[in-house]
C-alpha cells in the first residue's frame, strides 16, 4: 500500500511542480494584454485566449498537486480539533461519498462532450481566436481522473492512518 500512495503522490507533486510556472507566465502575458490595451491601443484575441488556456492547465492538471497538499476549501473549525483517527474517517467518508462520484461523474459526462470537440477539430469561436481548443477539453477527463488518483492515494493514506491507530 506505501508503495501506491507513493507512487500517486509522486505523481501528483510531478505535474503540480511541472506546470506551476505556467502562474508566472500567466501573469506576464496578462501584463502584456494590459498595457497593450490600455497604453499602445492594440489587442490580440489569440493572446488573451493564451491566458485563458494557462488558466485551465494550471487548475486541470494542479487539481492532485492541490488535493495532495490539502489546500482544496475546507471548513476546518472542528476538524482541525480532531483525533487524526476521526479525522481519518471523516476524510474517508467524504472520498467514497463525494469525490470518487463526483470525479467520476465528471469524467464519464465529459467523455463525449470532449470526443465531440475532437471529431471536428475544435478551435475558438472567436475571429484571431487559437486553435486547438479540443486539446484544452481534454484535460476535463485528465482533471477528473487526476483527481480520482490522488483521492484514491488519500483513502489508502487514512485507511493505514486507522490501521496503525
Given at each position: 500500500?506505501?508503495?501506491?500512495i507513493?507512487?500517486?503522490?509522486?505523481?501528483?507533486?510531478?505535474?503540480?511542480?511541472?506546470i506551476?510556472?505556467?502562474t508566472?507566465?500567466m501573469m506576464?502575458?496578462t501584463c502584456?494584454?494590459?498595457?497593450?490595451?490600455?497604453?499602445?491601443n492594440?489587442?490580440?484575441?489569440?493572446?488573451?485566449?493564451?491566458?485563458?488556456?494557462?488558466?485551465?492547465v494550471v487548475?486541470?492538471?494542479g487539481?492532485g498537486?492541490t488535493?495532495?497538499h490539502?489546500?482544496?476549501?475546507?471548513?476546518d473549525i472542528?476538524?482541525q480539533r480532531?483525533?487524526?483517527r476521526?479525522?481519518?474517517v471523516?476524510?474517508?467518508i467524504?472520498?467514497l461519498?463525494?469525490?470518487?462520484?463526483v470525479?467520476?461523474?465528471?469524467?464519464?459526462?465529459?467523455?463525449d462532450y470532449v470526443?465531440?470537440?475532437w471529431s471536428?477539430?475544435?478551435s475558438?469561436?472567436?475571429?484571431?481566436?487559437?486553435?486547438?481548443?479540443y486539446?484544452i477539453?481534454a484535460?476535463?477527463?485528465?482533471?477528473a481522473?487526476?483527481l480520482?488518483?490522488?483521492?484514491?492515494?488519500?483513502?489508502?493514506?487514512n485507511v493505514?492512518?486507522l490501521?496503525t491507530?
Open positions: 500500500m506505501p508503495a501506491v507513493r507512487i500517486l503522490d509522486n505523481l501528483a507533486e510531478l505535474l503540480g511542480k511541472s506551476a510556472w505556467l508566472l507566465l506576464l502575458v502584456i494584454v494590459v498595457v497593450a490595451r490600455y497604453l499602445l492594440m489587442g490580440s484575441i489569440a493572446i488573451q485566449e493564451s491566458v485563458m488556456y494557462m488558466h485551465g487548475f486541470m492538471l487539481i498537486y488535493l495532495k490539502q489546500n482544496h476549501v475546507r471548513v472542528i476538524y480532531m483525533s487524526p476521526v479525522r481519518a471523516i476524510d474517508i467524504g472520498t461519498i463525494f469525490l470518487f462520484p470525479s467520476s461523474f465528471i469524467f464519464f459526462a465529459s467523455l470526443a465531440l470537440s471536428f477539430g475544435e475558438s469561436a472567436q475571429p484571431g481566436g487559437l486553435p486547438g481548443t486539446v477539453k484535460l476535463i477527463p485528465t482533471m481522473f487526476l480520482f488518483l490522488q483521492g484514491f492515494a488519500d483513502l489508502l493514506r493505514s492512518v490501521r491507530q
